[in-house]
């Protein structure tokens, strides 16, 4: 993950410092603060640096068990998997949990530790695009698309996997907001709402009519929970994920533009209702991958509120992203030992263990630590 | 960018022709003809509501006229791809939020974007961004958030950004709304200067006696074009009490 944003990069921190390094030179201005100040923001952007390397290390482990489970039939990986299981065992004993050695958990975890990643990384150019609300109605149009499954499935015998219905519904969902406002030239609140509600309306409908033919658990999926993971849901999600991160990595550029300024990338012929569309769909993809853990009420908060506490702090759009993630990851590992721990849902976990970051990054901010840079 | 003197046998590099424009049934554009000779420094006024940003707009190929065409340095604006060489200063730069968590690097590093969408910048392209923001004089600004300089400030990093784009063509709408006085001279010097370095200039301006000073050409319009020549003939003409008040013939158009 730490090179997510980088094959696109036009400032990184080697380069930036560097620059203002050879600016100051041909000033010929007195470097004393200055150079105080960057010799702490490269400290700064190594810790940042190093956190994203380890956020990336933890992801890679996570895809990893999960192609492990996937393929724990096959020889030497049944090998590999029973000796992961012994490490889920050891790891309980010495941390006196009963955690690590159900693969239920490592399913819900892996699948978290990528919303932890993927979520805030769309939501960065999402919030800053002021298209925040779009997460809930994508949401809500995933749970449209469960109970279209559901009673699709019901009616016709077929086992298909209710996610998928609930992705191609979400990014369907996309598509109608992007026709909406390229009609009416803004991602005007009034149709984002009357489909916010209207797909949560026929979304109940349906589940009502069809109550009494399925054992769904509605309620897990509202407020979701670690229990509600599926095989089929870890998987996607882990697809999904190597998918949007490729695509953030290769139109990273596109999607700054247009997120500050659309105007201006639309005189430079960007094609900008592709990448509009672009962003729109892999936010339904994030949703319908997010909503497992978090539930379809919560799943827009990820998208929102780790963005929201990074861009308190952070100096740079790019910084917003790397600590976006960071504060993603960490709302997500304590939220998960929140609901472990006390029994609690996931989603209110994690979400409540994001606004603490949120609230934590606005003292900082009022504090003046970001005052050292900004002035 | 390419010298003033260059360009003055060469096509005019924006060409409006006969265009019309309407919201749903309100005519904003009509038939409006103007061409934009290469080193231009076109001032563009009119009452508000005049549809100055409008023709702008359809200038830079961001509406297309239901009427008319716009060729941009002698394509149609439909078929234009070299966006690098517009840098266009939107109307809200000014006032843009204040919580953006862009640096004033990352903001001037698009106008290297339209030339490398796909890969790392080359030194050429860090190089073009020091330049420019050497050229505006707010290199030590670099780092800092955009929403948190001053609007004049802003506004420099903004043509920073065309600059870095090596733009030929600058399009601005408005760009000294909420300037302080002080700061808006020295802006306008910049774009003077650029002007001439042989860069063309397009800017709506509210303040008149600014666009007289500045301009060396002026297109005055609502909905229909008043005047288009050189700034002298426009000091001269009627063209303004014509287009704020309730007259509607053409006074001048000398090209």
């Given at each position: ?5 980088d094959?696109?990069?036009t ?8 620059a203002?390094?050879?600016?100051d030179?041909t000033d010929?201005r007195p470097?004393?603060?200055s150079?105080?100040?960057?010799t702490r923001?490269?400290a700064?952007?190594t810790?940042?640096l190093?956190?994203?390397g ?7 482990f996570?895809l990893?068990?999960?192609l ?6 096959f020889?030497?990986?049944?090998l ?6 012994i ?5 309980d004993g010495v941390l006196g949990?009963?955690?690590f050695?159900?693969?239920f958990?490592?399913q819900?975890l892996?699948?978290?530790v990528?919303?932890g990643?993927v ?9 800053h ?6 997460g809930?109605t994508?949401a809500?149009?995933?749970?449209a698309g ?10 016709t015998?077929w ?11 979400g990014v369907?969902g ?12 803004t ?8 489909m ?5 309306a ?5 589940i009502?009519a069809?109550?009494g ?11 979701g929970?670690i229990?509600?993971?599926t ?11 190597v998918?949007?991160?490729l695509?953030?990595a ?5 999607l ?8 201006a990338a ?5 094609p900008?209702d592709r990448?509009?569309?672009l962003?729109?769909?892999?936010t339904?993809?994030?949703v ?7 539930g ?9 509120v780790?963005v ?5 702090v952070?100096?740079?759009?790019r910084e917003?992203?790397y600590?976006s993630?960071l504060?993603?990851q ?7 030992a929140?609901?472990?721990s006390?029994?609690?849902p996931?989603g209110g976990?994690i ?18 630590v970001t005052?050292?840079?900004t002035? | ?5 260059a360009?003055?046998?060469a096509?005019?590099?924006i060409?409006?022709d006969g265009?019309s424009f ?6 904003v554009?009509d038939?409006?003809s103007?061409d ?11 009452p ?20 008319g065409?716009?060729?941009?340095f002698?394509?149609?604006?439909s ?6 060489r517009?840098?266009?200063?939107p109307?809200n730069?000014t ?5 953006l968590?862009l640096?004033?690097r990352?903001?001037?590093a698009?106008?290297?974007?339209p ?11 860090h190089q ?9 004089d707010?290199?030590?600004?670099a ?17 920073a ?6 733009a030929?063509?600058l399009?601005?709408?408005?760009p000294t709304?909420g300037v302080?006085?002080?700061?808006r001279d ?11 370095e042989g ?11 600014v666009?007289?000073d500045?301009?060396?050409r ?7 074009l ?24 053409v006074?001048?158009?000398d090209?």
């Amino acid at each position: 993950m730490a090179t997510d944003t980088d094959a696109s990069d036009t400032s990184d921190p080697g380069d930036a410092s560097g620059a203002a390094d050879a600016s100051d030179a041909t000033d010929q201005r007195p470097t004393g603060l200055s150079g105080r100040l960057r010799t702490r923001n490269t400290a700064r952007e190594t810790a940042e640096l190093v956190g994203i390397g380890l956020v990336g290390l933890l992801a890679a482990f996570m895809l990893g068990f999960i192609l492990l489970y996937w393929f724990r039939e096959f020889p030497y990986v049944e090998l590999l998997y029973t000796e992961f299981r012994i490490a889920g065992r050891l790891l309980d004993g010495v941390l006196g949990t009963n955690v690590f050695k159900h693969p239920f958990m490592w399913q819900s975890l892996s699948t978290g530790v990528l919303i932890g990643i993927v979520a805030p990384l769309v939501g960065s150019f999402l919030v800053h695009r002021q298209m925040a609300l779009i997460g809930e109605t994508l949401a809500h149009a995933a749970f449209a698309g469960v109970a279209i499954s559901l009673v699709f499935n019901s009616l016709t015998g077929w086992d298909g996997s209710i996610l998928v219905g609930a992705l191609v519904i979400g990014v369907l969902g996309a598509l109608i907001v992007q026709w909406l406002a390229d009609r009416t030239d803004t991602y005007g609140d009034v149709p984002i709402a009357i489909m916010l509600s209207g797909s949560f309306a026929l979304g109940t409908l349906l589940i009502s009519a069809g109550r009494g033919q399925t054992n769904f658990s509605i309620e897990s999926l509202l407020y979701g929970s670690i229990a509600v993971v599926t095989p089929d849901g870890t998987r996607l999600m882990g697809l999904l994920s190597v998918v949007v991160v490729l695509a953030v990595a290769v139109n990273y550029k596109q999607l700054l533009f247009i997120t500050f300024d659309e105007q201006a990338a639309r005189v430079a012929q960007l094609p900008v209702d592709r990448y509009n569309t672009l962003l729109v769909v892999m936010t339904a993809v994030v949703v319908v991958g997010a909503m497992q853990v978090l539930g379809v009420i919560l799943v827009a908060a990820m998208l929102v509120v780790p963005v929201a506490a990074a861009s308190q702090v952070a100096r740079s759009f790019r910084e917003t992203v790397y600590l976006s993630i960071l504060v993603g990851q960490a709302a997500v590992l304590a939220g998960f030992a929140v609901s472990v721990s006390l029994s609690l849902p996931a989603g209110g976990s994690i979400v409540m263990a994001a606004i603490g970051i949120y609230l934590a990054a606005i003292g900082l901010s009022k504090s003046g630590v970001t005052a050292i840079s900004t002035h | 960018m390419t010298t003033a003197s260059a360009h003055r046998t060469a096509d005019p590099i924006i060409s409006v022709d006969g265009v019309s424009f309407a919201y749903g049934e309100r005519p904003v554009i009509d038939a409006v003809s103007i061409d934009i000779e290469p080193g231009a420094f076109l001032g563009l006024v009119g009452p508000n509501g005049s549809g100055k940003s409008t023709l702008l707009d359809l200038m830079v190929g961001l509406r297309e006229p239901d009427a008319g065409t716009v060729r941009l340095f002698g394509e149609l604006a439909s078929d234009f791809e070299d966006g690098e060489r517009i840098g266009y200063v939107p109307q809200n730069a000014t006032t843009a939020a204040r919580g953006l968590p862009l640096t004033v690097r990352e903001l001037v590093a698009m106008g290297r974007y339209p030339r490398r969408l796909v890969g790392r910048f080359s030194d050429a392209d860090h190089q073009a961004v020091d330049d420019a923001l050497q050229q505006v004089d707010i290199a030590e600004l670099a780092d800092r958030r955009i929403g948190r300089l001053s609007g004049g400030q802003r506004q420099r990093a903004y043509i920073a950004r065309a600059i870095a784009s090596e733009a030929d063509l600058l399009a601005l709408d408005e760009p000294t709304v909420g300037v302080d006085a002080e700061s808006r001279d020295a802006f306008y010097q910049l774009l003077d200067d650029l002007n001439a370095e042989g860069i063309t200039i397009i800017l709506i301006e509210h303040d008149i006696g600014v666009v007289t000073d500045r301009a060396s050409r002026i297109a005055c319009i609502n909905t229909e074009l008043f005047h288009h020549g050189d700034t002298e003939s426009f000091v001269d003409s009627d063209a303004l009490a014509d287009a704020y008040g309730v007259s509607g013939r053409v006074v001048h158009h000398d090209h």
